[in-house]
């Protein structure tokens, strides 16, 4: 099992840019994919990106392809979700987790608020 701290959330004016962290500790192997989902009040948390361990092969909902970009840094143990031209539709509890063959691991959530 791993333990995932998100960081960088905020109040940010429509059009601004944030990036997110998600710090990882324990064991990292290769097979594991990590990414990004994000809750919105009142609805369903929903997928947002993700990135694999060994390749860093990305994947994306359509709705934020070409304005958020997923990265990870292995030597920090920490991925990355560069969100950019935000807006207020974007406003909702981002979480980091981490898919092991075993389990989803999840990160406690950091709060990005997007005002218009």
């Known amino acids: 099992q791993v333990q995932l701290v998100e960081s960088g959330g905020g109040l940010v004016q429509a059009g601004g840019s944030l990036r997110l962290s998600c710090t990882i500790s324990?064991?990292?192997?290769?097979?594991?994919?990590m990414g990004w989902f994000r809750q919105a009040p009142g609805r369903e948390r929903e997928f947002v990106a993700s990135?694999?361990?060994?390749?860093?092969?990305?994947n994306y909902v359509d709705s934020v392809k070409g304005r958020f970009t997923i990265s990870r840094d292995k030597d920090k143990k920490t991925i990355y979700l560069q969100i950019n031209t935000l807006n207020p539709e974007d406003t909702a509890k981002y979480y980091c987790?981490?898919?092991?063959?075993?389990?989803?691991?999840w990160g406690q959530g950091t709060q990005v608020t997007v005002s218009s």
């Open positions: 987790y981490t898919n092991t063959p075993l389990s989803r691991d």
């Open positions: 990135i694999t361990w060994d390749t860093g092969r990305t």
């Open positions: 324990g064991r990292i192997f290769n097979s594991y994919t």
